[in-house]
């Protein structure tokens, strides 16, 4: 009884985590799979969204600035509304370019966010991070406490699948992936091809920001390395692929799997003794670099295709 | 005035020189092949922890075993091409950046798993800079370092301005439509930009790591700065990548000078953002970069 306990309450940690990263992983959706923009630097998004919420919402504390003790709902929008200008900004950028130089500037944007985060120690306490986040429901009983966390993240990502999966079926949907499938004649049919962009944009890194507050209020905990900027940005690109780019849906079920097989590899690995338990940390990165160009090479369009809208009578 | 040529000037223009190699290979690899590889900062990290291992066994000097370090990086250069960025050929630029920054963290994960992650040198120990005039000075890594740099930036320029392959891959950078047309062999060429640029990539991350240590971070970190000067200088450009190498790695380390007042003018910490900073400027005000290069 108490293994399936243990057991119940692990499923329950990876569907918060995998939910967690199912919000990054449609806020990719949004900038890569509906409009094509590559975004290098997700983790800066989230790094973002975590502090702000974590130090609007903490209590007053001599380590950093703040805590200004707001309810959480309200720290979150803040995250997202931080995110979503600093989206803002480096699109404004690199809109007028091809995909490449957002991606790099947005691999900056991260970089020097971290570096911001670890350097300014009176506004963020520095490396040593901003603890004692509050959590949502955490004053409940033992197994209750957890699975009213998993409940709102669930719910979040509930309430984003049916906005985006409204925003995909909508006109502003439609030109997105007219964009993406051409952009010159999108531009010829009198569309503000840089402006859509930039909403994409924007709109994607505010669901990042969300998902960076989550992960702050989930773990009560964050540090400038809590995202480490290749890693988890690599893993939400690869759950968006294996699940399926341009496809809402798909980016739930990858990064439920893809967080799944990480979590539970990383079991495993470290049951193995001293050395080698590091060593193959390495392979299982490796494994999901080869998988990611194996799902590239022979099925682009992952576990779940995008879905063509009917175009209806074009005649 | 003495510490600003020693500690800053000097130590800018290594830095720049680095920064110039490994930007010669992403402004023709972004040129030719038309994509931001985000795997070249650990193709340099390779080069160096391939010269390590040849130290260990060997004994001799890095820049000796440098020729060696670039045959062994093209040949494993051009084996990648072939597995992870030949299929995407006709593809969208985006698929191909998310290969090659999958490609990034498999080749990180496989330095890591076979060297391990801590920090090593090649030279132990520190250094004795050589004094000039009772006051330079100057380490002899350091001259050695600017030195060959020079000598391979010159070996760039001769490629591309005499040799008939050097000849294509310009052709190419400029028109890839037309140069398919005049009958260039379009996959020799991509060959010889490999080669090309595992040759810069080898030497780059061999004189950072003669300069500092051996670590597999250190190619992801002047990844941002390799970038931003082959975008200073204007992509497809090689000049153009070697001032903006220069320029940058300058300019990085004359912000912590003491310009104003006694304290430097910015923290050490951030000197990482002075690249980024420069980078956006050019993307805001001149996307063409210094030498006019490709706009995409």
């Known amino acids: 009884m108490d293994q399936l306990y243990g057991y119940s309450l692990y499923g329950l940690s990876l569907l918060t985590f995998g939910g967690i990263y199912a919000m990054l992983a449609l806020g990719l959706n949004i900038q890569l799979g509906f409009t094509g923009l590559f975004n290098a630097g997700i983790a800066g998004f989230f790094v973002v969204g975590a502090y702000v919420s974590a130090i609007l919402s903490t209590a007053p504390s001599e380590r ?66 901003v603890s004692y986040i509050p959590k949502p429901y955490e004053s409940l009983a033992q197994p209750w406490n957890h699975v009213m966390m998993t409940v709102v993240v669930l719910a979040i990502v509930a309430v984003l699948y049916f906005m985006l999966e409204r925003a995909r079926k909508s006109p502003w949907g439609r030109v997105m992936a007219a964009i993406r499938e051409n952009e010159d004649s999108a531009r010829a049919a009198g569309k503000n091809v840089d402006r859509l962009r930039v909403q994409a944009f924007v709109v994607g890194s505010a669901m990042m920001g969300l998902g960076g507050g989550m992960m702050a209020h989930h773990l009560k905990f964050i540090d400038p390395n809590a ?10 690109f690869v759950m968006l692929i294996v699940g399926g780019s341009g496809n809402n849906k798909g980016a739930i079920v990858g990064a439920l799997l893809m967080w799944t097989i990480w979590s539970a590899t990383e079991i495993f690995t470290s049951m193995l003794p001293g050395d080698l338990a590091i060593r193959s940390a390495y392979i299982r990165v490796f494994l999901i670099g080869l998988m990611l160009q194996i799902m590239l090479q022979k099925f682009p369009q992952g576990l779940f295709p995008e879905k063509r809208l009917e175009t209806g009578s074009s005649g | 005035m003495i510490d600003f040529i020693n500690f800053h000037l000097i130590p800018g223009l290594v830095l720049g020189s ?38 260990w066994l060997t004994g001799w000097h890095p820049l000796i075993l440098l020729p060696v370090t670039m045959v062994i990086l093209s040949l494993i250069v051009i084996g990648m091409d072939q597995a992870f960025f030949k299929p995407f050929r006709n593809s969208p630029a985006v698929t191909v950046v998310i290969a090659s920054f999958g490609l990034m963290l498999m080749i990180r994960s496989v330095t890591q798993f076979s060297w391990g992650a801590q920090l090593q040198a090649f030279v132990p120990g520190i ?38 392959i050097g000849k294509a891959m310009r052709a190419m950078s400029d028109s890839p439509e037309l140069a398919r047309l005049t009958g260039i062999n379009t996959e020799l060429v991509i060959k010889a930009t490999w080669i090309l640029g595992a040759c810069m990539a080898a030497a780059a991350g061999v004189f950072l790591a003669y300069d500092s240590h051996v670590s597999t971070m250190m190619g992801f970190q002047i990844l941002l700065p390799t970038f931003a000067a082959a975008i200073v200088g204007g992509i497809g450009r090689p000049y153009g990548a070697m001032a903006g190498g220069l320029l940058i790695g300058v300019t990085e380390e004359l912000s912590s000078y003491a310009w104003l007042g006694d304290g430097p003018l910015l923290e050490p910490g951030y000197k990482a953002g002075v690249s980024f900073a420069i980078m956006i400027g050019v993307l805001i005000w001149r996307p063409s970069g210094l030498f006019r290069g490709r706009v995409f």
């Open chain 2, 18 to 55: 680095i920064y110039a190699l490994g930007a010669i290979g992403v402004t023709l690899t972004f040129g030719i092949l038309r994509f931001a590889n985000f795997a070249h900062g650990e193709i340099m990290t390779l080069g160096a922890y391939l010269t390590l291992t040849m130290m």
């Open chain 1, 227 to 236: 995202a480490d900027p290749t890693t988890a940005t690599f893993l939400v």
């Open chain 1, 64 to 129: 950093h600035i703040g805590g200004f003790d707001w309810p959480i709902p309200f720290s979150l929008v803040a995250a997202m509304v931080v995110s979503a200008l600093i989206g803002w900004a480096v699109a404004r950028i690199c809109m007028r370019l091809r995909a490449d130089y957002l991606a790099i500037a947005t691999l900056g944007i991260a970089e020097i966010l971290r570096l911001i985060f670890k350097n300014e120690t009176d506004l963020t306490n520095g490396a040593r991070g």
């Open chain 2, 127 to 164: 250094q004795r800079p050589n004094v000039f005039f009772d006051a330079l000075r100057i380490s002899p890594k350091h001259i050695l370092i600017v030195i060959s740099a020079m000598v391979l930036m010159l070996v760039v320029h001769w490629v591309l301005a005499h040799t008939r």
